[in-house]
């Protein structure tokens, strides 16, 4: 925590990055990590250069996405084993993933996971998340002692939020982290009035991170950064790091944020740091 010029706190920036996601090909993106070597080779360089968490989706020998049940866990232990990063399963998958391995990303043991509160278009597709799946998911995540990260793509999914909360209970942790992913085309718009909109509706005393697809990602980052919020980076979210230049590694990307961060007087926090603020347990 530094303190600003009327010495209240001001918290440093939580930084994760999201270095793979589920949509785009290597064939097509040829620095985006797929192996398990390539993960955590990626995941090393970005807590060098600032991240705190990593949002992870894995591939098959092949490259396509999968939710394999043992290669999930051995890629939670490699992460453990090579970073003190905080490990976050993503549980949205691929478009096309069912809602039954979703819920089984749980038991390869992640420090924390995500969770999707609403069904969105996602270009000509859909992300399926209808209540129930939601509910038995934040269900899972407090048995089994996963702290969630609630991704909200649209406004409506924030109302979703409330009553999940309502209905369960605080999460494991007991704090409530929140991801607002904008600019995914059926979600909401990135760009700052929407993320002002959407801050003003979480519940109190969460804190949240804001990620902008694509070309919205600098004006989500700055827009985060003057709100107060955290930020989330990577080539799950964006494969260009300025008009015509492809990124060439993940870890520009999170360069960049802590970067930005610092200049705005809030620099990068580290993974103990963020453990204290999101609730998540270390590990021996
Ligand atoms: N791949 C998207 C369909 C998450 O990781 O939880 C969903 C997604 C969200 O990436
Ligand atoms: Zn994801």
Known sequence: MTSDSTHRPVPATLITVAPTGAESEKSAVP??????????????????????VVHVHIRDDDGRPTLDGARLADTVQALRAGT????????????SDGFEPRLAVLDAGPDACSLTCGTVNFGDEVFSN???FIRELYARTKALGVVPEFELFDLGHIATLHRLLDDLGEPHGGHVHCDLVMGVPGGMPGNAATLVQAVSA???????????????????MFAALAAGGHLRVGMEDTTTFARGRPVTANSELVERAATLAGLAQRPAMSPEQ??????????S
């Open 31 to 52: 620095a985006l990590p797929v192996t398990l070597e390539e993960l955590v080779t990626t995941a090393k360089e970005c807590r060098a250069a600032g991240a705190a």
């Open 84 to 95: 003190d990063l905080i490990v976050q399963l993503s549980t949205g998958g691929a478009v």
């Open 274 to 283: 963020a453990r204290a603020m999101l609730g998540v347990a270390g590990h």
């Open 130 to 132: 209808p209540w129930p």
């Open 202 to 220: 979480l519940p109190a005393g969460a804190t949240w991170s804001a990620t902008g697809i694509g070309r919205t990602s600098l004006p989500v």
